[in-house]
């Protein structure tokens, strides 16, 4: 496989919500951390290639729960009783039909046309069950309706802690409406005479799950690293798409962060 560094834009974390588990909804206390992270990730959602991209990690909370984040958007979150809620902005979805310094991309797309990013309504209802969170979120278009929505249901669970270091299992799996399947997975008649690709009609149902694992570790008190590891396992009309050239794929990130 090859493979090529790129720079991500700020929202980069947001146009895969749910590809490897979520995050509990809780309300942080006030705090900010700063950092950069990397990613070996599919060029595109059933990309045969991989390749590096990098992203600033920038995220405040603010004590009344409000937060500004490039990884989880412009929002609100609360948590009460074992129940969290959070609300957020950001953006996501672009897709280029041929490789590109920034986002996803790749030259298999040639004749597909362009996939325009727009804004994102992201809504996650979380609820933890002894050691195991569990999560439903949604990713709903806002700006760019045709690309459509996403519906995410997620589990998460700790299976190693000590004083520097955690490591916990993730699963979800995604599921996309008719427009999402269509504008990511499909192929017009146009795009068909355009591409080469045979036509094709993807509808409604769940496109992928995915599994992974997570490891969080304190260098000291300010500066930590956190990894996962994972699999994306393509399903249903996603799987079946001509677009579709690795039905699993896998995908590795790590971060370095500073808290203050």
Known sequence: MRYSL?????????????????AAAQ???????????????????????NHLVGAPILDHSFGNGFFASTRRGLGYQ????????????????????????????????????KVHGGALALLTATYQVGTIGLSLSTAQALSRRDN????????????YTSASDQLSFNASAVYGDNKHAQTY???????????????????????????????????????????????????GDAADSPLTKRKTTPMVTTGLVYKF
């Open 185 to 235: 997975y499909g192929v017009t008649a146009t795009q068909s005479a355009r591409s080469g690709y045979g036509s094709y009609r993807a509808e409604r149902g769940f496109e992928n799950i995915n599994v992974g694992v997570n490891w969080n570790h304190a260098i000291d008190a300010r500066w930590s690293v956190t990894s996962a590891a994972g699999l994306t396992r393509m399903v």
């Open 78 to 113: 609360t948590a009460a009783g074992g129940f969290g809620l959070s609300a957020a902005l950001g953006y996501g979805g672009k897709r280029d039909e041929h490789k590109r310094n920034f986002g996803a991309g790749s030259d298999d797309l040639r004749g597909m046309g």
């Open 148 to 159: 459509g929505s996403t519906y995410t249901i997620g589990a998460s669970t700790p299976f």
């Open 6 to 22: 790129k720079l991500a834009p700020l929202f980069v974390s947001l146009c895969a919500v749910g590809a490897a588990g979520h």
């Open 27 to 49: 309300a942080a206390p006030e705090g900010t951390l700063v950092g950069i992270g990397i990613g070996y990730v599919p060029e595109y959602a059933g990309a045969d290639d």
